[in-house]
């Protein structure tokens, strides 16, 4: 069994920073990309970020230059450094992980459970 636990939302001001975790957990045989995605009231989900296994990184147009995706493979957690924040960037931030698990040789794709995130003065 397989599951992502994500932390770290907060009420936050515009301008300030935050950084939210995704740490994978069970029976992990490896992972490939990494990624947050974020889904605001009204709004279908969007991609924020993702990551490959080998560091290389996408952003969102409307992140670029204000958050960092990173990933810790010893620890299989995906991390989303975001800076600047602007009351827009408000929703609830998800991670997904493709995993393969030890029960089969089939990468499937997780969702963490979601994390709110506000920006508000």
């Known amino acids: 069994q397989v599951q992502l636990v994500t932390s770290g939302g907060d009420l936050v001001q515009p301008g300030g920073s935050l950084r939210l975790s995704c740490a994978a957990s069970?029976?992990?045989?490896?992972?490939?990309?990494m990624g947050w995605y974020r889904q605001a009231p009204g709004k279908q989900r969007e991609l924020v970020a993702t990551?490959?296994?080998?560091?290389?990184?996408n952003y969102a147009g409307s992140v670029k230059g204000r958050f960092t995706i990173s990933r810790d493979g010893a620890k299989n957690t995906v991390y989303l450094q975001m800076g600047s924040l602007k009351p827009e960037d408000t929703a609830v931030y998800y991670c997904?992980?493709?995993?393969?698990?030890?029960?089969?040789?089939?990468?499937?794709?997780?969702w963490g459970q979601g994390t709110q995130v506000t920006v508000s003065s």
């Open positions: 990551i490959t296994t080998g560091g290389n990184t």
């Open positions: 069970g029976s992990i045989r490896s992972i490939a990309a």
């Open positions: 997904n992980a493709q995993i393969m698990a030890y029960s089969d040789y089939i990468m499937r794709g997780y």
